[in-house]
């Protein structure tokens, strides 16, 4: 079975992928990323209403970029002005405003939750897109938690999933230069020599379909 499989995708039939579901509970994640997440149109999804979840107490859950809570000064003004807009969300419904209207002074940073689902297919593909070096910091981060429990749960499926990087080449302009390709271009060649020495330590038939030890002596 698992060598039909491998057959399958390496001719590129993916459709054999949409039989599979996986589901996943996404927490924590910033509405600034969510609204990446959700352009993934082949991947399904139930995201928490801020309409009818209304934040008591002037606290909603935020994310703070690492670059900003890097920085003691700009962190602290980080804070300040969620706390600012949490008084003002909390004014808003004090005053009888519904949850649905006070609910637009909330930041992009306010955190969500959401339940995902997908065939293999869709987040092989969500998977190619998202762990990219290029893909924003924080679906980043979500996209290899991801691919992490998928290559447990099914590692013949998501044998090579990844960034292009991972199967040996890259689509963006400035691939060249990103250090993950070129570790995983080095990792390649770095094999392709281990191979080659393998060769001429066993007598095996080089690449040109000599003896590589007879090679040697030639």
């Not at 570790?183 to 191979?195: E, L, T, Y």
Request: net charge positive; glycine share 6%; charged share 20%.
């Amino acid at each position: 079975m698992i060598k039909t499989v491998e057959r399958v995708r390496s001719a590129g039939h993916h459709s054999t992928l949409e039989h599979n579901i996986y589901v996943f509970g996404v927490t924590g994640l910033s509405r600034a990323a969510t609204h990446q997440l959700v352009r993934h149109r082949h991947l399904q999804f139930d995201q928490q209403s801020q309409r009818y979840l209304a934040f008591k107490a002037a606290q909603f859950p935020y994310v703070k970029p690492h670059r900003i809570s890097s920085l003691p000064e700009v962190s602290a003004r980080f804070d300040a002005l969620m706390q600012e807009i949490g008084a003002t969300y909390q004014a808003l419904l004090d005053a009888g405003i519904p949850g649905e209207d006070a609910r637009f002074v909330l930041p992009n940073a306010a955190a969500s939750q959401l339940v995902v689902s997908g065939n293999a297919r869709a987040w092989y593909e969500f998977l190619t897109l998202r762990t990219c070096n290029m893909a924003q910091w924080e679906i980043r981060e979500m996209a290899f938690q991801v691919l992490r429990i998928l290559k447990r749960q099914d590692p013949v499926l998501f044998k090579d999933a990844g960034a292009t990087c991972v199967r040996g080449y890259c689509n963006e302009t400035n691939g060249p230069e990103c250090p993950r390709y070129i570790a995983v271009v080095k990792a390649q060649i770095d094999s392709g020599k281990r191979a080659e020495q393998w060769l001429v330590e066993h007598g095996k038939p080089a690449r040109n379909g000599k003896n590589a030890n007879a090679e040697k002596a030639e």
